[in-house]
């Protein structure tokens, strides 16, 4: 069964650190595309990336990038030199073919950023 | 100039009572979804609609009714509110499953 799994529930680090964020996803298809979103205290949900699974290049946008590994079903995130507005939840998310664009989000990674 | 708008923000009501919220979206996608964050920040689906047409509906309780008069709108009404509806919804919409959902700002649903 489809599921994604976010490990780390909750995540503190002091500004300028890196941080990275664990992604594990389950899927029985070959054609599915993976999400991050950020919600941050306001409670909005912004996406932030989306990766398809035949497409396993790292991406990297800024301070934020993302290593896809089909091997290991994993989707990390990794923010270098965090600062104190990356406070947010992290939500990690998996659409497959088929399924009229749901999202299985995972549990969501509460990270903290403290000056 | 807001992508996907939601209405009501906030929504205090009793138990038994009926409640709509509605949202639309400006971006021309085909796709709508209704999503529900619980206390514990799980987002989990509700409904989704591509062309005014239900696709999705993750056996959610017959009080929870979706209608789609266009595209561009999602209302969702839940009849016989209970405590346990007490969370935040969010309306979404995308181009079509391959692509990312924009999100609405969420209604913050609280029932007493």
């Known amino acids: 069964a489809q599921k994604v799994t976010q490990a780390q529930t909750e995540i503190s680090v002091v500004e300028k650190e890196d941080v990275t964020l664990d992604c594990v996803y389950e899927?029985?298809?070959?054609?599915?595309?993976l999400f991050w979103y950020k919600q941050p205290p306001s409670g909005e949900l912004v996406f932030l990336i989306r990766r398809n699974s035949f497409d396993e290049q790292n991406e990297i946008s800024g301070r934020y990038s993302w290593n896809f590994q089909k091997s290991t079903s994993s989707f990390n995130f990794t923010i270098t030199a965090s600062q104190v507005v990356d406070s947010a939840v992290y939500f990690c998310?998996?659409?497959?073919?088929?399924?009229?664009?749901?999202?299985?989000f995972g549990q969501g990674t509460e990270l903290s950023v403290k000056p | 100039d807001t992508a996907v708008s939601q209405t009501p923000k906030y929504l205090v009501t009793q138990m038994g009572n009926d409640k709509s919220i509605k949202c639309e979206q400006n971006?021309?996608?085909?796709?709508m979804y209704w999503y529900k964050q619980d206390s514990k920040k799980f987002l989990k689906i509700m409904f989704s609609y591509n062309n005014k047409e239900l696709i999705i509906n993750e056996t959610v309780p017959n009080r929870f009714s979706p209608k789609s008069p266009d595209k561009a709108h999602l209302n969702l009404h839940i009849n016989s509110l209970e405590l346990g509806d007490s969370a935040v919804y969010f309306c979404?919409?995308?181009?079509?499953?391959?692509?990312?959902?924009?999100f609405g700002p969420g209604t913050r649903l609280t029932v007493t």
């Open positions: 971006l021309g996608h085909d796709t």
């Open positions: 979404a919409s995308s181009q079509d499953w391959t692509y990312e959902q924009y």
């Open positions: 998310a998996l659409s497959e073919e088929g399924q009229g664009g749901k999202l299985i």
């Open positions: 899927t029985r298809d070959t054609t599915y595309y």
